[in-house]
């Protein structure tokens, strides 16, 4: 049976896996918090086919700092560095 981590993690046992995978406690808390956390994706469109706002709103979810000033090739790393 997974921890309870309090109200701030949706899914305990999701955000369990993930730090003993080694990530770290706020990239497991975004991802154990995201709608279907358990779910693999693949269907996504990929970051260059995107339009900037797209991305812009995508780093706004996992709360990435200075997006504003970031034009769409440092949107495109920041999101996959995050």
Same mark, same amino acid.
């Given at each position: 049976m997974a921890k309870d981590h309090g109200p701030q993690i949706k899914d305990d046992k999701k955000y369990e896996e993930l $730090?003993?995978? %080694?990530?770290? &406690? #706020?990239?497991?808390? $975004?991802?154990?918090n995201t709608k279907n956390?358990?779910? @693999? !994706? !693949?269907?996504?469109? &990929?970051? #260059?086919? $995107? *339009? &900037?706002?797209?991305l812009m709103e995508e780093a706004k979810k996992v %709360?990435? &700092? !200075? $997006? *504003? *000033?970031?034009?769409? @090739? #440092?949107?495109?790393k920041a999101l996959r560095s995050s």
């Open positions: $730090r003993d995978d %080694g990530m770290s &406690k #706020e990239k497991a808390a $975004r991802i154990a956390a358990s779910k @693999k !994706g !693949g269907e996504a469109k &990929k970051y #260059e086919d $995107r *339009s &900037k706002q797209n %709360g990435i &700092k !200075g $997006r *504003s *000033s970031m034009d769409k @090739k #440092e949107l495109i």
